[in-house]
């Protein structure tokens, strides 16, 4: 079992940014990736960023590209996503996950194991 713990959320404004992370704890040592998804009110759950632990490895969804960056502290079995010039489309609750392969559909919630409990994130205009 993976145990995921996000923090780093909060309300900023248009414009402004933030750094979220997940804490891994557990069986750690077979994570091999990553990922960030948010949802917002009445939407789905949606993929934003994934990260391989080994490699590095990294892909975003079109709509934060050039926006987010996703990093991982190997050391501290942290995973970061900063997030810049913060949209309020970006309102949502930002979920960690995790799993034990290296997928070929890391945008898939399907693709994962192991979820966080959730950070809100909100952006006001």
């Known amino acids: 079992q993976v145990q995921l713990v996000e923090s780093g959320g909060g309300l900023v404004q248009t414009g402004g940014s933030l750094k979220l992370a997940c804490a891994a704890s557990?069986?750690?040592?077979?994570?091999?990736?990553m990922g960030w998804f948010r949802q917002a009110p009445g939407k789905e759950r949606e993929f934003v960023a994934t990260?391989?632990?080994?490699?590095?490895?990294?892909y975003y969804s079109d709509s934060v590209k050039g926006r987010c960056s996703i990093s991982r502290d190997n050391a501290k079995n942290t995973v970061y996503l900063q997030m810049n010039s913060l949209r309020p489309e970006d309102t949502a609750v930002y979920y960690c996950?995790?799993?034990?392969?290296?997928?070929?559909?890391?945008?898939?919630?399907?693709?994962?194991?192991?979820w966080g409990q959730g950070t809100q994130v909100t952006v006001s205009s």
């Open positions: 990260i391989r632990w080994s490699s590095g490895f990294t």
């Open positions: 557990g069986r750690t040592f077979s994570s091999q990736t």
């Open positions: 996950a995790s799993t034990d392969y290296v997928t070929n559909w890391p945008q898939r919630r399907s693709s994962y194991d192991y």
